[in-house]
C-alpha cells in the first residue's frame, strides 16, 4: 500500500476565479469538514504538495503561473479542477481573454463540477484523485527500479 | 558511566524518534481538538515521512542533502550525550550545530523564501541561545557538575532553586518547537508570508529528514524538560515534563505570530528577568 492515500498534501491555486470555489475550498478545512482527518494539508508549497486543485477559469496571466507550479510539484502528483469554469470555462468561456478549462492548460486527472462546488464534492474529487496517485506511485517505483538496473 | 546509561543512550537513538513522532501526533490532535476538530490520527507524522520517502527528491544543489544529514546527525549525538548522562554543555553545543547545518541547508537552496527563513533561523538562535547557556549554568552551579548523571541524582530542590530558570527555558521552548508566536522561520501551518521558511526548496526525502530531526528534536528537549524535575523521580517527574511540554500546544493555539524584533526583544528580557536574575540569587539559595 502507498503511504500517498494516507497523507495527501493540497497546494491551492485560484487561476482568475471568482472566489466561490475557493471559500467552498477553504471551507473544508474548517471543523466542519476537517479533512485533516485524513490527513489532507494545505501546504502552500508546491514543492510539498500531491495534490494540485485549481479553480476559475484560467487566462494568460494565471496560465504562467499554473504551469510554473505544476512543473515544480514533485512526482507522482496528480490534478484536480474544481468548479465549472475549471472544467470549462463556465459563464465566460465566451470572453476573448479566457482559455476555458485548466485542461487547456496542464493534463486534469478529475473534475469537480459545480458553481461553486459543494464541499463534500471537492473531498471526494480528491478521495477518487488518491486512487489515481497510487496508481502513479507504483509506476514511479517501476521506473526509478528500471532506471537503478 | 555503566550498562544502564548505554542502554538509554542506544534506546535514544533507536526508539527516539518514535516518541518524537507520537509527541508531533498528539500535538497535532491536541490543536485540532483546541480547534472543536477531530484531527489526524496519532501516527499521522508517520504517514507523512513515510510518504516523502516515495516522492520525488527535487534537488536544487547536492550540498543540501549533505548538509541536512548533518543537521540529522548532530541532533543525534547531541541526544546521544544526553542520554547517556554525559556533560550537558556538550550535548547543548551539538544541538547548536545541528541547527547552523539546518540553516545551511537552507542557504544552499538559493530561494528567497529559504533564505528569509534561514535569516530568521539564525536571529532565533541569538535570542535563545542565552537562556540555554544559562540553563546548564544553573544546574552547575546547584549540581555542581555539568554531567547529566549527577543532575539528575541532584537535591530535591533543584526546581525550585532553579524556578526561575525553568520559567525561562519554557519561554524559549516555544521558540526551539517552532510554535507561535514564534514560529518566524518556519510554520506548520501553510498561507505564511514565507511560504515553509526553511524547508520552501527541500522535498521527497531531503524533507522526511527534517522531520526525522524533528522528531529527535522532541524528544531532547522532553529530555531537558525533565532534567528540571529529574531528582523526583520517573513517576513524578515524567507526567510533570509532559504537561509542561503540551501546555506550549495551548500557546500556540491562542497567540498570533510576532515580528522578529519583538521576539529577540521579548526573550532576551525574559532571559534578563528570569535566568540572569535567577543564576544571581542562586549563591544565596544553594
Known amino acids: 500500500m502507498s503511504f500517498l492515500k494516507k497523507s495527501p498534501w493540497i497546494l491551492h491555486y485560484a487561476a482568475t476565479s471568482c472566489n466561490g470555489c475557493d471559500i467552498e475550498l477553504l471551507a473544508c478545512l474548517t471543523p466542519l469538514y476537517d479533512v485533516e482527518r485524513f490527513g489532507i494539508v494545505n501546504t502552500g508549497n508546491p514543492k510539498h504538495a500531491d495534490i494540485f486543485l485549481v479553480t476559475g477559469s484560467v487566462n494568460e496571466e494565471s496560465r504562467k503561473v499554473v504551469e510554473n507550479l505544476y512543473a515544480q510539484m514533485p512526482d507522482p502528483k496528480a490534478v484536480v479542477a474544481i468548479g465549472a469554469c475549471a472544467l470549462s470555462g463556465g459563464i465566460f468561456r465566451d470572453a476573448y481573454n479566457v482559455y476555458g478549462g485548466i485542461d487547456q492548460v496542464i493534463p486534469v486527472d478529475v473534475y469537480v463540477p459545480g458553481c461553486a462546488a459543494r464541499p463534500e464534492s471537492i473531498i471526494d474529487g480528491i478521495v477518487q484523485a488518491l486512487a489515481i496517485l497510487e496508481e502513479r506511485a507504483r509506476d514511479r517505483k517501476r521506473q526509478r527500479k528500471v532506471v537503478a538496473s | ?286
Open chain 2, 1 to 286: 558511566m555503566n550498562v544502564e546509561h548505554w542502554g538509554l543512550a542506544v534506546a535514544f537513538v533507536v526508539l527516539g524518534p518514535l516518541l518524537g513522532a507520537l509527541l508531533a501526533g498528539l500535538d497535532r490532535r491536541l490543536t485540532a481538538r483546541m480547534q472543536s476538530r477531530q484531527g489526524p490520527p496519532l501516527l499521522q507524522p508517520i504517514y507523512d515521512v513515510l510518504k516523502l520517502f516515495e516522492k520525488d527528491t527535487v534537488v536544487v544543489t547536492e550540498l543540501q542533502t549533505l548538509y541536512l544529514w548533518g543537521f540529522l546527525f548532530f541532533m543525534v549525538i547531541s541526544g546521544f550525550i544526553l542520554f547517556l548522562g554525559s556533560d550537558l554543555l556538550l550535548s547543548l553545543f551539538a544541538l547548536t550545530v545541528s541547527g547552523i547545518f539546518l540553516c545551511l541547508a537552507a542557504y544552499s537552496t538559493n530561494s528567497p523564501y529559504s533564505n528569509i527563513g534561514s535569516s530568521r533561523e539564525l536571529l532565533l538562535m541569538m535570542a535563545y541561545e542565552p537562556m540555554l547557556i544559562i540553563v546548564a549554568l544553573g544546574f552547575f552551579l546547584v549540581a555542581d557538575s555539568f554531567r547529566v548523571s549527577d543532575i539528575v541524582a541532584g537535591s530535591p530542590w533543584q526546581v525550585v532553586q532553579l524556578f526561575g530558570i525553568l520559567l525561562g527555558f519554557l519561554f524559549i521552548l516555544t521558540i526551539k518547537l517552532r510554535k507561535s508566536p514564534f514560529d518566524l522561520s518556519s510554520s506548520h501551518h501553510g498561507h505564511q508570508e514565507l511560504v515553509k521558511g526553511i524547508t520552501t526548496d527541500l522535498s521527497g526525502s531531503d524533507l522526511a529528514l527534517v522531520e526525522i530531526g524533528h522528531w529527535y528534536e522532541n524528544t531532547i528537549l522532553l529530555g531537558w524538560l525533565y532534567l528540571f524535575f529529574a531528582p523526583w523521580g520517573v513517576a513524578l517527574a515524567l507526567p510533570i515534563a509532559l504537561v509542561l511540554f503540551f501546555a506550549e500546544v495551548l500557546v500556540d493555539n491562542t497567540h498570533a505570530r510576532l515580528k522578529w524584533a519583538t521576539t529577540l526583544k521579548a526573550t532576551w528580557v525574559v532571559t534578563g528577568l528570569f535566568g540572569v536574575t535567577n543564576l544571581m540569587l542562586l549563591p544565596l539559595i544553594t
